[in-house]
């Protein structure tokens, strides 16, 4: 009889286990940094709360603890919670000041875009003038076809990067490369900008940044639920729960064959991701939280709806962050080198344009977040700021998902053009 190998397996595999540990997890963060412990104050002013509840689930699938790309709760996060807090949170959206911040968020956005554009290319480049082997191959191990589906995640989201997959075949172990290098790079990069959102007064003084329409914005929003907020009742959360799962369920009702139909008739559309099921779903999600917040379930903000959202977008942090393998990349340290000059390129172009325009470091985080986490970690950068703005964020996204598949095709050949033979 063959026994089974245990090697690999996780510490903790029982769902219900994993779950409860999150839980705990997010438990323990709230309560100490709440303590009025100077020391423990001192901690949490250098290391934000959000920052840890997104990184000791990382550090728990690191230890093999637990097993968070294999387990279903990552899938529960993005598909149930990420569409639920959506709808939530944008119903207390407001169009008219949304507008009003347009230009330099989109400034951001399109600035982000571009440093992955250049950035993917110039790495490759700049790499293979010191170790060509890094980012060489021959057919089907070229390694500008994992990088090219790496840049489709980091303008758009992971139904780009799946999408490019498909287009560009790179091999399974280039590809698992890749992953590596993503997961690394891009959760790095977001711990940054989260740490900087906690010190976002400070960046805005770098920038010499005119904050002014966002603070009006926060303060705005706060004003309306202090003045109409009420001590909610079971049934208040009860309605807040059926809307939010109630316009996920439509949300997926109406997507699955909408983006079969996509797929079946028009799969040209593949490169702007209008045949990705989860595309629609975020898509309709947000349309359907901005419909309703030009009806009475916006009162429902009154009575904690964002607030319900936050604890739905707190557990989803916990599973972004389970999938993260720190140690995952020690196998490819020279494609982690590309990935990290890549970034740098971003976060460089990003910089000259933010300081150029005085802009202030949340459109430099949203709209960096926007292309490089897709809407789950533009929302949580968002909400890192406050919870009002998280709609610019979501906005934001969509619209990256949009795009990324074309604009990282286009990126991939770039790439191509200056990879060695």
Request: aromatic content about 12%; some cysteine.
């Amino acid at each position: 009889m063959q026994i089974p190998e245990t090697e690999n397996l996780p510490l903790i595999s029982n769902t219900s286990v994993v779950l409860g540990l999150l839980m705990v997890i997010l438990g323990l963060v709230f309560y100490t940094s709440n303590l009025s412990n100077k020391y423990v104050k001192g901690f949490f002013n250098i290391i934000p709360p959000l920052l840890l509840c997104y990184f000791l689930p990382g550090l728990l699938n690191s230890l093999n603890i637990i097993d968070g790309a294999n387990s279903p709760l990552t899938g529960i996060g993005s598909n149930y919670l990420l569409p639920a807090c959506l709808i939530l949170f944008v119903i207390n959206l407001d169009l008219k000041e949304m507008w009003a911040l347009r230009k330099r968020a989109g400034l951001m956005f399109v600035t982000g875009t571009v440093g992955i554009m250049i950035g993917g290319p110039l790495a490759v480049w700049l790499t293979s003038m010191v170790a060509p082997e890094v980012v060489g191959g021959a057919t089907p191990h070229e390694v500008w076809k994992g990088l090219g589906s790496l840049a489709g995640s980091w303008i758009g989201g992971s139904a780009n990067q799946v999408a490019l997959k498909e287009i560009l075949q790179p091999s399974p172990e280039v590809f698992s490369s890749i992953i590596a290098v993503d997961v690394f790079v891009a959760y790095l990069w977001m711990a940054f900008l989260l740490y900087g959102a906690s010190k976002s007064k400070q960046f805005d003084k770098f920038f010499k940044a005119e904050s002014s329409d966002v603070e009006a914005l926060k303060e705005k929003m706060d004003a309306k639920v202090k003045a109409n907020s009420k001590t909610p009742e079971t049934k208040d959360l009860i309605y807040i729960v059926a809307l939010a799962f109630g316009g996920t369920a439509l949300s997926a009702l109406i997507a699955e064959p909408l983006s079969a139909y996509m797929a079946n008739n028009h799969p040209e559309l593949a490169k702007f991701s209008l045949t990705s099921n989860f595309f629609w779903v975020i898509f309709i999600a947000s349309v359907i939280g901005i419909i309703l917040s030009f009806t009475p379930a916006k009162k429902l903000e009154y009575v904690g709806a964002s607030k319900v959202a936050t604890v739905f977008l707190y557990i989803l942090i916990t599973t972004i962050g389970m999938q993260m393998d720190i140690t995952a990349i020690a196998g490819n340290p020279g494609l982690l080198v590309v990935g990290l000059i890549w970034m740098s390129v971003h976060a460089l172009l990003l910089l000259i344009v933010g300081k150029i325009f005085k802009v202030p470091f949340f459109y430099f985080a949203v709209g960096s977040m926007a292309n490089v986490g897709g809407v789950a970690s533009a929302s949580v950068t968002s909400a890192a700021f406050h919870p009002s703005l998280i709609s610019v964020g979501v906005i934001l996204a969509v619209f990256g998902y949009a795009v990324g598949t074309y604009a990282g095709w286009f990126t991939a050949m770039l790439m191509q053009m200056v990879a060695p033979m």
